[in-house]
Nanobody, 115 residues
Framework: QLQVEESGGGLVHPGGSLSLSCIVPGFTSKGCGMDWYRQAAGTQREWISQISNDGRTLLADSVKGRFTISVDRANDTVYLKMNDLKLEDTAMYFC?????????WGQGTQVTVSS
């Protein structure tokens, strides 16, 4: 199973930006798709973005226009660039290995948006 490690979370004011990283050694050579999810306290985990093994990207409506997913295949790293952050973006953010690979999750990185 691939190992997943997220980083880059922190405390930011509304309107600010953060860039999350997800390092997954081997996902490029295995041709995996990758996803970002988030989970706010007391809520279900929510899918927010995907990048497929051929580079196609998808974003949830809740983050479209503010978040961007990208990949550095040379370094097996997926990024989530988050702009114009809102209070409701506060959550634990998780990276997930997707089809056609076996599912794997990281421990998550906390993003807190607060004034």
């Amino acid at each position: 199973q691939l190992q997943v490690e997220e980083s880059g979370g922190g405390l930011v004011h509304p309107g600010g930006s953060l860039s999350l990283s997800c390092i997954v050694p081997g996902f490029t050579s295995k041709g995996c798709g990758m996803d970002w999810y988030r989970q706010a306290a007391g809520t279900q985990r929510e899918w927010i973005s995907q990048i497929s093994n051929d580079g196609r990207t998808l974003l949830a409506d809740s983050v479209k226009g503010r978040f961007t997913i990208s990949v550095d295949r040379a370094n097996d790293t997926v990024y989530l660039k988050m702009n114009d952050l809102k209070l409701e973006d506060t959550a634990m953010y998780f990276c997930r290995v997707d089809y056609p690979c076996n599912e794997a999750w990281g421990q998550g990185t906390q993003v807190t948006v607060s004034s």
